[in-house]
DNA sequence: ACCAACAACTAAACCGATTTAGTAAGTAAG
DNA sequence: CTTACTTACTAAATCGGTTTAGTTGTTGGT
């Protein structure tokens, strides 16, 4: 509450009788280009350096007009996807000398259309974001403004951005493939309702594996679950899975909550895994190797999703690529593992 | 790079030929004490509203002296248990109106001190700190300041802090009695080095269990290893307690890290968990409920951990507990897994 | 002796708000 | 017709920096 005043640049100026500009050139190493003697800037600089002078960045940041701070937000920092991927993000970016401003959507357009404004307003240089995708108009508004900001995870497929995205149409399709290699000819998928891009695109993949081995894709054997009741709903959907008439060999799990979620309720319902059904998921929890059995997963690159993330903003924020966007999609890597019952 | 200028205040002020001031006033609902009348309030209002206006919070901040941010420090955004209370965090934090900056220490002291200079120096309102414990000379810093902060997880014994921690002394002991109470008598601790408070907090309690069932803790049964190449370290660390003279029957581990990497490695080793030694976790991991076998754990009350560590953020920065230290222990919970060998 | 060039600074505007200390006009009381 | 209040505003300082456009004093060339 009160904060003793700063020791400012002002301050600094007063008890050495040197101007503030002088003092101000100096502090950001311009003190060369300026002329300013170096006797001068060695006075300044030991004096600031022995008064523990911090330069205010609200300040500076109001009248440079850049804050230094890149805004990040995310469905939900909680799950393990993104703290990991939030991760390499913070420590990139501290490496660039830039902080982080994170906030969650929590998967609500209204909100994140609201923390969009929100980081604006805090004067971040520069936005990544990934998005609910039903923001149209914001993402329009930032490429009006000719904001950075780049997408992850999640991007408006009809709409000319920066993102960097796995490939989650081979993710599925590899998987797939996978299972279907090892003799498995019925594959359920349990996946989440339409609405973003990954999850449509794993659809398709998932699909298209089967397609290429002859198999026309059942209806029945897609099971599209609400995310939010996910906990519940996932119980009916193995059941109707495993015991309707044409019972599965095989789930596809789209999400590493799915999966696991999935593999409790089959342990509850004593179906074995992999001898009754195998499972695979895309994406992982970091115990996949350990629990019983270990899941076979599509592995994302969460440490290239976030680098390249911050790369390409950089490159935006430095208007190097101007124009220009710059997209990224990476591929995954299969992890096998026992469930899918090569192993066992 | 080129924002467009965006519509300020003084924008208002000028189309609708009024002062500055009074716009400040109205926008920030001080109309009414500052006796502007109904209608030239509702006038502003609407022109504002029609241009998107929105506060500059930079400036804002500045001329207020504070920047309705607050700002996390923890050892590391990708850690699950961070992770988690860094999501309430932020969820009540932005309920509050506040957003929050980031940033992880790595561990590092030296970092974790940059780094709350450099969130003072963005002005954030307050801070929450799960410390290093090795920055004595910042925390005295901030208390002489009197600056909000609350500690959580990791706090310092010996000063007077407002903190929110949960109870790791009964945690463990409450864990080892239970390993005690199913028969097992020579029980392993595979720990940390010493240096955080919870690390000798989990330490004592598991040495104080033994001694209340009459075992005096054998040195040799107590492994501490350094958290960066834990992933190394235990495999011997496991071998030594598992092949020495004094074989232990059961492993209590200080952390989900030490104990899934545990796990892995007596896999590894062929040695049958529980039957040859059952294992228990101190904190736990997602999956912890499905691994092989499911790893009995203390669990954190994360979700009050975040909030407890915002209230009294709030309270402190409303100074309405001024001078009072409010501290908090929460209670850990067991959940007992088939690891520990009582359900198998 | 005079002007150009340069070295070494500085005054002041500005970024976009908040806030203190007024002011002008209208009304009511004595 | 003063004086004293209100009402409804506003001018200007302030927060702590950055940056543009000068200003002085010295040196060197002719």
Redesign the pocket.
């Known amino acids: 509450m009160v904060r003793n005043?700063?020791y400012?640049?002002?301050d600094i100026a007063n008890d050495l009788?040197?101007?503030?500009?002088?003092v101000?050139?100096v502090?950001?190493n311009k003190g060369d280009e300026?002329?300013?003697?170096a006797?001068?800037q060695k006075r300044i600089k030991e004096y600031a350096k022995k008064n523990g002078y911090v330069?205010?960045q609200l300040?500076?940041g109001?009248?440079?007009?850049k804050s230094e701070t890149i805004g990040l937000i995310i469905p939900n920092i909680s799950d393990t996807f993104y703290s990991k991927v939030a991760g390499v993000i913070e420590k990139e970016a501290q490496e660039q000398g830039y902080t982080v401003l994170f906030s969650s959507s929590y998967e609500d357009p209204k909100k994140e259309g609201k923390l969009i404004h929100s980081m604006l307003n805090r004067q971040v240089d520069g936005l990544i974001i990934a998005s609910t995708q039903q923001n149209q108009k914001e993402i329009d508004f930032l490429k009006k403004e000719k904001f950075p900001f780049v997408l992850f995870d999640r991007y408006y497929p009809d709409k000319d951005t920066d993102y960097v995205v796995v490939d989650n149409y081979l993710g599925t399709k590899k998987i797939t493939k996978h299972l279907l290699g090892l003799g498995r000819k019925k594959i359920g998928l349990i996946t989440l309702k339409p609405g973003l891009e990954p999850i449509a695109q794993r659809l398709q993949g998932y699909k298209d594996a089967l397609i290429d081995f002859d198999i026309k894709p059942e209806e029945s054997h897609i099971v599209e679950i609400e995310r939010e009741s996910y906990f519940k709903e996932i119980e009916n959907a193995i059941i109707n899975l495993i015991s309707g008439k044409k019972t599965v060999d095989a789930i596809v799990f789209s999400t590493h909550y799915l999966a696991s979620q999935g593999l409790r309720v089959l342990k509850k319902l004593s179906i074995s895994v992999p001898k009754d059904v195998a499972i695979v998921s895309f994406d992982e929890l970091s115990a996949f190797d350990i629990v019983d059995p270990p899941i076979t997963s599509v592995i994302q690159p969460t440490n290239e999703i976030g680098s390249t993330a911050v790369k390409i903003l950089l490159n935006k924020m430095n208007g190097a690529i101007h124009g220009k966007t710059e997209t990224k999609v990476l591929e995954t890597k299969l992890e096998i593992r026992a469930s899918c019952g090569e192993l066992e």
Do not use: E
């Open positions: 005043k700063k400012a640049l002002k009788n040197i101007s503030k500009t002088t101000s050139f502090l950001n300026n002329k300013i003697s006797d001068t330069p205010n300040a500076r109001l009248s440079r007009g």
